[in-house]
């Protein structure tokens, strides 16, 4: 069995505890919490232990999922922690995963150990199909369209705004762009016309919310390249209409093939989730398997989804691939 441990129990970790009970070679040694251990009820009855005192569980683990948001958590908490454990995280602020990088694999190098990061459906599965869809067919171009759905880095991004108690932001496709691409036309789009971002938020009673929603539309990374919409509601209003986290997505590659260019094709990989946290987090669980197999044969430092052979994701063996997959 492969012993996994969860760093952060929001809606992340919680998918993350999930997926570990549906995986037949994998088990839960416990939940690392910032909070007080007390305090936090898990759904599986996992044992609890304070983040603090996480090194003192070094033996027990053979790799741990770090939980916790891409604004501020995931780039303190995984280049420190990759010096320690095989380490997976989901970071996704894509402008910055180089610098990411670059962190997390001098400290996993340190400490002899692997360090996944940017798992998930985009970066990850995404990813993935975007560089398929461009080896397959290099006279072409990939699109990649988000949503309709709810961001978790976002919303996440959004909260940490001083004033902001609760927050929910969804990505939405341009409908017009998506037809385009579909039709090989192959249109240039910039980033604006290719979405809309629509973010719902709760505010603290006496918060300026003029000033809320410029930071909003103003982040850099986030908001400020796109078309932002920000309606402020109630507390009660974001339980009774925005308590769920769906969310999806399309990579399309449209290509030529042929002497002349003649022949057009199009590849399409497309997601409809209803729990963003969950299906992400079943992603990770899959890569920390990946993690744990490369690191037994003595690999190092930090690694993306480019770097793990699609087999090493299963539980299976790889006769059992052979027979009933390929």
Request: glycine share 8%; with cysteine.
């Amino acid at each position: 069995m492969i012993r996994m441990g969860i760093v952060g129990y929001g809606n992340l970790g919680r998918g993350t505890e999930s997926a570990i009970m549906q995986n037949p070679d994998t088990s839960l040694y416990g939940i690392f919490s910032r909070r007080d251990p007390s305090t936090v009820k898990t759904v599986s009855g996992a044992n609890v232990y304070n983040l603090d005192d996480i090194l003192n569980h070094k033996g027990n683990i053979d790799v741990l999922i770090i939980c916790g948001g891409s604004a501020t958590d995931l780039p303190v908490q995984t280049p420190y922690l990759a010096e320690y454990f095989n380490v997976v995280d989901s970071f996704d602020t894509h402008a910055k995963i180089p610098e990411h990088f670059m962190n997390v694999d001098s400290a996993a190098k340190k400490g002899k150990n692997v360090a996944m990061i940017s798992v998930g459906w985009d970066p990850g599965m995404f990813s993935l199909n975007r560089l398929y869809g461009e080896v397959i067919l290099p006279e072409g171009k990939d699109y990649t369209f988000w949503g309709k759905g709810v961001s978790q880095g976002h919303s996440d991004a959004i909260r940490r705004i001083e004033g902001v108690i609760d927050a929910r932001q969804y990505t939405i496709p341009v409908n017009s762009a998506v037809e385009s691409v579909r039709k090989g036309e192959n249109p240039e789009l910039t980033t604006r016309q290719k979405h809309t971002r629509l973010c719902y938020v709760v505010a603290e009673e006496n918060a300026d919310k003029d000033r809320i929603e410029k930071e909003i539309v103003t982040m850099p990374n986030y908001f400020a390249d796109y078309d932002t919409t920000v309606n402020f509601i109630s507390a009660e209003e974001m339980k009774r209409d925005h308590s769920g986290i769906p969310h999806g997505g399309m990579v399309i590659r449209s290509g030529k093939t042929g002497m002349n260019k003649e022949n057009t094709h199009i590849i399409e990989y497309n997601l409809k989730l209803d729990s963003n946290p969950e299906f992400t987090s079943s992603v990770i669980v899959a890569f920390a398997r990946a993690a744990v197999r490369m690191s037994k044969e003595g690999i190092s430092g930090c690694k993306t989804v480019f770097d793990v052979p699609p087999a090493y994701l299963s539980p299976k063996s790889a006769e059992s691939l052979r027979k009933n997959l390929l």
